[in-house]
């Protein structure tokens, strides 16, 4: 499954920025594919993996502010031979947009 997620502390004294950082890496020591940009973080994995991940940021971000905010998408496609389909289908894409166009 690929989860897009943004997830900041509310609330609190400290720059969201340092907060969002220290997700952001447990994010990477995580393993998991992943990968950042400008509005969220996308990961690959099992459920279990994203649950205890998803909670690592939450618990983070719980020591900079007493409120947490967490956006999620989820694709879940389940069944064999659905792996690596985070660079899939970015390389998927950019394949498309590589080819010439009628017109």
């Known amino acids: ?58 618990d983070i971000c719980e020591r900079h502010a007493p409120r947490v905010s967490l956006v999620m998408k989820l694709d879940h496609h389940p069944g064999a031979g659905h792996e690596h389909t985070l660079a899939y289908k970015v390389g998927r894409i950019e394949a498309a947009l590589d080819e010439p166009t009628d017109g």
């Not at 890496?25 to 991940?53: K, Y």
């Open 1 to 58: 499954m690929i989860v897009a997620f943004s997830v900041a502390p509310v609330g609190g004294q400290h720059h969201v920025g340092d907060a969002v950082a220290e997700c952001i890496r447990a994010v990477r020591e995580s393993g998991l594919p992943n990968e950042t940009n400008a509005m969220f973080t996308n990961v690959e994995g099992e459920w279990d993996e994203i649950a205890a991940l998803m909670k690592r940021c939450i």
